[in-house]
């Protein structure tokens, strides 16, 4: 049963606080999570297409599309022709860290965690914000471009060609078997039905700002404020 643990701060099936050092590994969602944005809504600014790719992610991410490879791969073709400057220009001028994302990424690697990142998202940006947060893991969706042009398609990796829900809850487990540890010591943080899979592996399942279906399934839900108010369910 939900319970309001501060304002704002919804949690359920725990008592809280827990500690920090009984977690291992924390695990985030990209956009709408750990940044401001959802990327490819922005890129498909540069086609003139954003409330058409915008209204296909709302659906997705709010459970309403089941198929999150189809329902990505009906964005892409949207991108098609977008010019390759398109994804610099989101990076330098719309995409922001969200609020608390340093604080608590500093804090759980200060305590010895290792921080994971998987995304839904493009590598472009992915590779951008591990840098910026100093995140060791991560995996996420190529673009292919061609002669300076997003061509509407991702390129296949040794793993797959799309990083959707399965891929999140595969690469969670896969870093759990690395690092040896069980997936009941990790903390896994999203906003969209995408990330469930991934968030009923965990320890911990965290919902930010998330659409309704996340936010009645996860443990905690952080309704108002930063990703940083994790730290008063899970004492440092």
């Not at 999150?68 to 010019?83: E, I, N, Q, T, V």
Request: proline share 3%.
């Amino acid at each position: 049963m939900q319970q309001e643990f501060a304002p704002g701060l919804v949690i359920q099936g725990f008592k809280a606080p827990l500690k920090l050092q009984d977690f291992k590994l924390i695990a985030f969602d990209m956009d709408s999570t750990l940044i401001n944005i959802e990327c490819i809504d922005e890129i498909a600014d540069a086609t003139g297409r954003k409330a058409e790719v915008a209204a296909i992610t709302e659906a997705a991410m709010r459970g309403e599309i089941t198929d999150f490879k189809d329902s990505l791969r009906r964005r892409l073709a949207l991108l098609k022709g977008a010019p390759e400057s398109a994804l610099q220009e989101v990076f330098e001028q719309r995409l922001r860290l969200n609020p608390g994302a340093k604080n608590l990424v500093d804090t759980c690697k200060a305590h010895g965690m290792k921080v994971l990142l998987v995304s839904g998202g493009f590598t472009f940006f992915a590779d951008r914000v591990c840098e910026m947060l100093n995140i060791d893991f991560s995996r996420s969706n190529l673009l292919d471009i061609a002669d300076g042009h997003l061509t509407g398609q991702v390129v296949m990796q040794d793993w797959g060609d799309i990083c959707d829900g399965a891929e999140k809850r595969k690469m969670l487990l896969h870093i759990c078997a690395q690092m040896g540890i069980s997936p009941k010591q990790t903390i896994a943080m999203g906003d969209g039905a995408n990330d469930l899979l991934m968030m009923g592996e965990a320890g911990l399942s965290v919902a930010y700002h998330a659409k309704p279906k996340v936010r009645e399934q996860a443990m905690v839900a952080i309704n108002e404020g930063g990703l940083d108010r994790l730290l008063e369910v899970v004492k440092a």
